[in-house]
């Protein structure tokens, strides 16, 4: 089969890869009026009219359940004698901007250097579309024999997919008897192969704030005898992870990591070297945690660790006054083992900081958000072999397989729902693709090899499941 080419992918998806770029349609999670504003409307337009136009043959449709974000679906009908339906799954909707992104460089403004486009949201998610559409565009186009076909492009995945559930639920008939899904919405250790992704971490974020007074008083006159709220807030938190190593003490978000994964990053590491430690923007003498480069992976893949994401209660430093302030409140991120439960961590944490509030202070939560962790069931041989061939064919080297330290809670839904379905976790976000942070990245080669191995395996799933 002909593959796609860059410049194909240039004429073909590129020009409303960018239209997409500029549309600040952020999730809901991080735009209170995103329903008003229509922006997540606007990009789910703009990418089922480029289903449509790129795919005459499928049904497409955006979907708008009652409060909710939208949803396009688009169904290939299969060209072969085979049951099941493949799932292409991706998102649309974006994080926010997150600062100031470098000189020359804008969240809503993409600019090209070289191979690359910057923009926001530009590799996590929005490519998806356009390499789920192409993959099957040339399959339809070269008159390959596929299986069934649904691509999937949801609008909550970066508020925790919160939305997709209902649309499972309501597309049911839709979606039909899902046998393989392909998940274009995870990383990659390196741009020089295909990586699948075997494991993903679970998350759950809350809000805690610690209140001690009505209003800011005079330092000079509460502090030393008003409790600081910051104060009562490092307590709190030494209560959940050791300050001077990172442990995460709360047995509920610890996990026995399998023997499997200690072996696979001992032999990613051999390859790869120290590929997390080349990975991170550190500073100049910054020692990073994990005894080894194996140890690092196995931590970002399978440990407990908490972030505080965001701060309120205290004024921007140039404006600071001498004030005991009334209260301190800390996004608390606690990304957790693939297999622990985080309702179970949520409920420790709550537990553990409510309980006997130091100094009386005020103790609240709020905001909470759980995502499930997943572990890949076992690839059947024929998508192994089609895998490694695919990522030969169009990177040169077999495909790699790995733990992500990210979440994607729908693969834990969707492994329920359907016990039995097949995943392949794959992506774009390889080193600098900087998801989720400034001057997010494609690599647009890397997204042309990965909508070739996208249609690889849909063309495999046929020989596969023919002659079975
Ligand atoms: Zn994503």
Excluded at 21 to 26: D, G, Q, R, S
Excluded at 194 to 215: H, K
Aim: aromatic residues 6%; contains cysteine; proline residues 7%.
């Amino acid at each position: 089969m002909p593959a796609l080419t860059l410049q194909e992918f240039e004429r073909l998806a590129l020009p409303t890869l960018l239209d997409y770029a500029t549309i600040p349609c952020l999730s809901p999670s991080f735009d209170e009026s995103w329903a008003a504003n229509g922006e997540l409307d606007r990009a789910a337009t703009l990418l089922a009219d480029w289903l449509t136009t790129t795919l005459p043959s499928a049904t497409v449709l955006v979907h708008h359940l009652e409060g909710r974000t939208p949803l396009i679906s688009a169904v290939v009908e299969a060209t072969a004698p085979v049951d099941g339906t493949v799932v292409l799954y991706g998102h649309l909707d974006k994080q926010p901007p997150l600062g100031d992104w470098s000189t020359g460089l804008d969240p809503f403004i993409p600019v090209r250097r070289g191979d690359q486009v910057y923009a926001r949201g530009i590799s996590d998610d929005g490519y998806s579309t356009f390499s789920a559409g192409l993959a099957v565009a040339a399959l339809e186009n070269d008159g390959v024999a596929h299986p069934r076909i649904v691509i999937v492009i949801e609008a909550s995945e970066e508020s925790g997919s919160e939305d997709l559930e209902a649309y499972l639920d309501d597309l049911t008939d839709t979606l039909g008897d899902v046998r393989l899904l392909v998940c274009l919405d995870s990383g990659a250790l390196s741009y020089d192969r295909l990586w699948v992704t075997t494991s993903l971490r679970g998350l759950v974020n809350t809000e805690v704030r610690v209140g001690v007074l009505e209003r800011g008083v005079h330092s000079g006159s509460a502090s030393g005898v008003v409790p600081s709220s910051f104060r009562v807030l490092r307590q709190l938190l030494d209560r959940i992870e050791d300050a001077s190593t990172g442990t995460v003490l709360l047995p509920e978000a610890n996990a026995t990591i399998p023997d499997a994964v200690h072996t696979a990053a001992k032999t990613l590491a051999d390859e790869f070297g120290d590929v997390l430690a080349a990975e991170m923007p550190t500073l100049p003498g910054v020692e990073l945690m994990g005894d080894s480069p194996a140890e690092r992976i196995v931590r970002q893949t399978w440990h407990p660790a908490l972030s505080i994401i965001g701060l309120g209660g205290a004024p921007e430093p140039a404006i600071a006054g001498n004030v005991v302030r009334p209260h301190t409140t800390a996004v608390l991120s606690m990304r957790l083992p693939p297999t622990v439960d985080p309702l179970d961590v949520y409920a420790a944490i709550e537990r553990t900081l409510l309980n006997d509030p130091p100094e009386g202070a005020q103790i609240s939560l709020r905001g909470t958000n759980t995502a499930q962790g997943w572990v890949a069931p076992a690839l059947e041989p024929w998508l192994t072999d089609a895998l490694n061939q695919a990522s030969t064919d169009a990177f040169g080297r077999e495909a790699a397989f790995t733990g992500e330290g990210g979440s994607i809670p729908f693969l834990a839904s969707l492994g329920r729902r359907y016990p039995d379905v097949q995943f392949v976790a794959t992506g774009v976000l390889g080193p600098h693709s900087n998801a989720h942070g400034i001057d997010e990245m494609l690599d647009l080669p890397t997204a042309v090899r990965v909508t070739n191995v996208v249609s690889a395996v849909l063309e495999a799933y046929v020989y596969a499941k023919e002659h079975v």
